[in-house]
C-alpha cells in the first residue's frame, strides 16, 4: 500500500474516548479517520478507554468505509507499547505517528512495528506510517523521515507545534508557515510520499479555511488534517480534480497516445503543445479523480 492506492483528501481527526464524535465521524465522508489516542485524549485514564472503543468499533465493521490510522502516543508517554500492542489488528492500515524529530525516530517506530508484526503472526509491513512534522528538527530532516522507512506513505504538518517551536506567530496570510510547508512538500515529493497539510483551528471560519487550501494546493499538498466534519466539503472540492481538469487530462493522454502511434513525439491539444511532462501530469489526474470515484 502507498498513498496511491487511495484516496488521501481529508484525513480527520477523531477523540477516540468520546462515543459522540465516534458516532458523528462514522456518518461523515472523510477519506481517512485519525482515531486519537493522544493529545485529545485526556485525562490519561482516557487512554485505554479509547483504545477499548478502536476495538469495539473495529470488531463490529464501523469503520470499513474508511481507512483507519489510529493517532498513537509519542514514545517518551509510556502509552505507546500499549497502543500498537492492542491496535496492530485486521481493521487498522497503519498509525500516526507524532513528534518525530529525524528519520530515527521513524527507524525506531518501524523496528517496534516489525517486532510486534513477528510475535503476533502478521505480515511484515502490514501497518503503515503517516508521520507528524511538527517541529523546526522535523522540517529539516522531512526527507531522512520520509526515507527511514517504506511503511512511510505521508507526512502531515503540525503547525501549532510547530510555530511553539521555533517560537513563531501565525499571521493572516499564514506567511510564517510557507517556507515549512513548501520544505514538507518538496521532501514528500521527492521520496514518493504524500505531503498532507496542517490543521485549520479556526473551524467556523470557512473563508479562511478556503484561503488557506489555496495556498497549500498550489504548493503540492495531497490533502489536509481535518477537525471539524463541516470542513469536508471544501477539502474535498479543492483536493478533488473538476470535471474540467479530468476530461482536459483524457484529451490530452489521447491526444499524446495517438502521436506515439502515428511516430510523432508531440501532441496539440487546444493549440497547446503537449509533451511527457504535461502527460505524466494529466496521468495523475486521472488517477486520482479514478481513486475518488472508487470511494464514492
Not at 13 to 33: C, E, G, Q, R, Y
Amino acid at each position: 500500500m502507498n498513498y496511491k492506492d487511495f484516496s488521501m483528501r481529508s484525513l480527520m481527526f477523531v477523540p477516540s474516548h468520546n462515543i459522540k464524535l465516534m458516532n458523528s465521524a462514522i456518518n461523515t465522508d472523510a477519506d481517512i479517520l485519525l482515531l486519537d489516542l493522544e493529545d485529545s485524549v485526556q485525562p490519561k485514564s482516557n487512554k485505554q478507554v479509547a483504545r477499548n472503543n478502536i476495538i469495539e468499533y473495529i470488531k463490529n465493521n464501523r469503520f470499513e468505509s474508511f481507512h483507519v490510522f489510529p493517532r498513537v502516543n509519542d514514545r517518551e508517554s509510556g502509552e505507546l507499547l500499549k497502543d500498537i500492542l492492542q491496535l496492530t489488528i485486521d481493521g487498522i492500515d497503519g498509525f500516526m505517528y507524532p513528534k518525530a524529530k529525524t528519520g530515527q525516530d521513524i527507524y525506531f517506530f518501524d523496528k517496534l512495528l516489525e517486532t510486534i508484526e513477528y510475535e503476533k503472526g502478521i505480515k511484515i509491513g502490514t501497518f503503515k506510517i503517516i508521520a507528524l512534522i511538527e517541529t523546526a528538527s522535523a522540517v529539516l530532516h522531512a526527507k531522512e523521515i520520509c526515507a527511514a522507512s517504506e511503511r512511510i506513505i505521508a507526512i502531515a504538518f503540525g503547525n501549532e507545534d510547530y510555530l511553539t517551536d521555533i517560537q513563531g506567530v501565525n499571521d493572516e496570510n499564514a506567511s510564517t508557515l510557507f517556507t515549512a510547508r513548501s520544505l514538507i512538500s518538496i521532501a514528500a515529493r521527492s521520496q514518493n510520499v504524500a505531503p498532507i497539510d496542517t490543521v485549520h483551528i479556526k473551524v467556523h471560519d470557512l473563508d479562511d479555511l478556503e484561503k488557506n487550501i489555496k495556498i497549500a494546493k498550489k504548493l503540492g499538498f495531497e490533502g489536509m488534517l481535518v477537525l471539524h466534519p463541516k470542513e469536508l466539503e471544501l477539502v474535498h472540492k479543492y483536493y478533488s480534480p473538476t470535471e474540467t481538469e479530468v476530461l482536459e487530462a483524457k484529451k490530452m493522454v489521447d491526444a499524446f497516445e495517438e502521436s506515439e502511434r502515428n511516430g510523432v513525439g508531440v501532441a496539440v491539444v487546444d493549440g497547446r503543445f503537449v509533451g511527457p511532462p504535461l502527460v505524466r501530469n494529466a496521468k495523475v489526474v486521472l488517477d486520482k479523480h479514478e481513486r475518488i470515484r472508487k470511494k464514492l
